[in-house]
């Protein structure tokens, strides 16, 4: 299993915009994928996009497309997650997970980060 | 598109009894399925993948069956820490049910 570690919760304006992060172990950082997955409040799980940090590769789920950015930084073992023009409709737990990827967008996730929760209030 | 159905979406349960909890997926997916826990304010866990692998320290009162289109977990002998929502995923498109919770009686 995978230690994954999210940036604290963070509560935002409407029409701002924030970053979240996840820090992974150096020792493996670059083999892996990272997935950010969605659960609003009282609701399931939506897989948001997955990233390679080795190479920034970066696929995002087609419902969300242009709606999210998901980068990393390979010196410091770190993806990201942002999301723009913040809407009440952001308010979620956000979570960074490993993921074991298959063919071009599949796969399942075996090691999750803690969370982050997304507070968008006036 | 796709369609997950878990079923049922509740469930109470005796310690020590043994639960089954179903998902089903609108088209084939050979064994392209995982299951996961999650517990109130904690983030999920994976328990199986592969339809029928247990996942590194899951415990062997967990199991998991199916193919194609319909599958299923089973929770042997159920103890209290099992108190939980369970999630079914596709691996194509990453596609989660909407979970079923199990709650002890």
């Known amino acids: 299993e995978v230690q994954l570690v999210q940036s604290e919760a963070v509560v935002k304006k409407p029409g701002e915009s924030l970053k979240i992060s996840c820090k992974g172990p150096?020792?493996?950082?670059?083999?892996?994928?990272i997935a950010w997955v969605r659960q609003m409040p009282g609701a399931g799980l939506e897989l948001m996009g997955i990233?390679?940090?080795?190479?920034?590769?970066?696929k995002y789920s087609p419902s969300l497309q242009g709606q999210v950015s998901i980068s990393a930084d390979m010196s410091i073992s770190t993806t990201y997650l942002q999301l723009t023009s913040l809407k009440a409709s952001d308010n979620a737990m956000y979570y960074c997970a490993r993921a074991v990827a298959f063919g071009e967008f599949s796969g399942y996730l075996d090691s999750w980060g803690q969370g982050t929760l997304v507070t968008v209030s006036s | 598109d796709m369609v997950m159905t878990e079923s049922p979406a509740t469930l109470s349960v005796s310690p020590g009894e043994t639960v089954t909890l179903s998902c089903r997926t609108s088209q084939h997916i050979n064994n392209d399925l995982a299951w996961y826990q999650q517990k109130p304010g904690q983030p999920p866990r994976l328990l199986i993948y592969g339809a029928s692998l247990r996942a590194t320290g899951i415990p062997a009162r967990f199991s998991g069956t199916g193919s194609g289109t319909e599958f299923t977990l089973t929770i042997s002998s159920l103890q209290s820490e099992d108190s939980a929502i369970y999630y079914c995923q596709q691996y194509n498109v990453w596609t989660f049910g909407r979970g079923t919770k199990v709650d002890l009686k």
């Open positions: 150096e020792s493996s950082f670059f083999s892996y994928w």
């Open positions: 990233i390679y940090p080795s190479d920034s590769d970066t």
